[in-house]
């Protein structure tokens, strides 16, 4: 990445978050594969994941039939490694069509390896009750 100015990693990084959700609508495993870490770990309602159950939960084809990313912000870690965090409205994709919409915040971790952005780290949290 040629332009390292806040807005330009900003815009990257956003891009590529954008392009995981899109391999997750197309069902693109290689995509998805590319965009994930090796070392890649997922922390969701369900539990932990790896890259290889990231990337399997699409062999039977696209687990997201639509999705919105709102409220984004880009928290700097250091010059190889953003955390973007946002709100995520999407419906699953189900045998029968869309399923109804659901909410997750979600964080991510990129790093900059090798001079390529890869999504290392990846916690999803259902909305809750507010904080007291």
């Known amino acids: ?50 890259r290889d159950d990231h990337v399997d939960s699409l062999a ?4 997201v039939a639509s999705y919105e990313l709102s409220e984004t912000r880009l928290l700097t870690v250091s010059d190889d490694a953003v955390l973007l965090c946002y709100r995520s409205d999407f419906r699953r994709a189900t045998p029968t069509g869309p399923g109804p919409v659901e909410g997750m915040y979600v964080s991510s971790l990129w790093c900059r390896r090798d001079g390529r952005w890869l999504n290392v780290f990846s916690q999803d949290t259902p909305p809750g009750q507010a904080l007291v």
């Open 1 to 50: 990445m040629s332009d390292s100015t806040p807005s330009a990693v900003a815009a990257t990084i956003e891009a590529l978050e954008r392009r995981v959700w899109h391999a997750l609508v197309a069902g693109n495993a290689d995509t998805d594969r590319a965009l994930l870490a090796p070392d890649f770990v997922g922390l969701y309602p369900t539990g932990f994941a790896d």
């Open 60 to 63: 039977a084809g696209p687990t």
